[in-house]
């Protein structure tokens, strides 16, 4: 089955505890992405791959880190979390010629205390 | 710069009536429009796109979404609600700086009545 997967799905960690979430994709798409969705506020992107070792940053890309050093893989960093980074994270994943028909993970809860 | 306002974050109606998500957007390149759906506890699925083809676009589920470009707007439809189609809803437009990149709405949430 195609899909993107996430893990954890929930977390609650505390301030200043580094943590990752792992974005995985089984459909070999180029183009792969992190978006964090607050409400009132729909989604922001975070950062964003086109291919393997070539990251960007989105919108909101302070206190996050990525890498991406295999093209099914797309981990998230934070190095030390912030109560302000408590949201729902989605990555998201697609093929390069249909770069905006993406497809989303089931997201992670993150809750920083 | 792209952005796109959703109005009413939340609507409700009845099953079996008009359903109707308003969308409208500001794009600096021609746009690109979508509409996403994400159902509780699940991540977001692709219900429908506009890509410069025809105006009027049909997606799954029987929703549809006419592209207006004198009023900016890209409002989804669906005649006849059905219980199923309880869910929030995004809008979206490809952003103008940034390949591949989604710029998205606050969201509409949809509550279906019996």
């Known amino acids: 089955e195609a899909q993107v997967t996430q893990n954890p799905r929930y977390l609650i960690t505390v301030t200043g505890k580094k943590l990752t979430v792992t974005c995985s994709q089984n459909?070999?798409?180029?183009?792969m992405s992190w978006y964090r969705q607050d409400p009132g506020l729909g989604l922001r992107q975070i950062y964003y791959?086109?291919?393997?070792?070539?990251?960007d940053k989105g919108d909101v890309p302070e206190g996050y880190k990525v890498s991406r050093k295999e093209k099914r893989n797309f981990p998230l960093i934070l190095e030390s979390p912030s109560p302000n980074q408590t949201s729902l994270y989605f990555c998201?994943?697609?093929?390069?010629?249909?770069?905006?028909?993406?497809?989303f993970g089931p997201g992670t809860r993150l809750t920083v205390t | 710069a792209q952005s796109v306002t959703q109005l009413g974050s939340h609507v409700s109606v009845s099953e079996g009536a008009l359903v109707l998500l308003r969308c409208n957007y500001s794009?600096?390149?021609?746009?690109?429009l979508f509409w996403y759906v994400q159902y509780p506890n699940q991540g977001l699925q692709l219900l429908l796109k506009?890509?410069?083809?025809?105006?009027l676009v049909k997606g799954i589920n029987g929703f549809e979404a006419e592209f207006k470009k004198s009023e900016t707007s890209f409002h989804l439809t669906k005649p006849s609600a059905h219980m199923s189609d309880a869910a929030e809803y995004f809008c979206?437009?490809?952003?103008?700086?940034?390949?591949?990149?989604?710029?998205f709405g606050q969201g509409t949430i949809l509550t279906v009545h019996p």
């Open positions: 998201a994943s697609s093929p390069w010629d249909r770069i905006y028909e993406q497809y």
């Open positions: 459909m070999n798409h180029e183009y």
């Open positions: 791959s086109m291919n393997v070792e070539v990251t």
């Open positions: 794009s600096s390149v021609p746009p690109y």
């Open positions: 506009y890509t410069s083809a025809a105006t």
């Open positions: 979206a437009v490809r952003g103008g700086t940034s390949y591949g990149k989604l710029t």
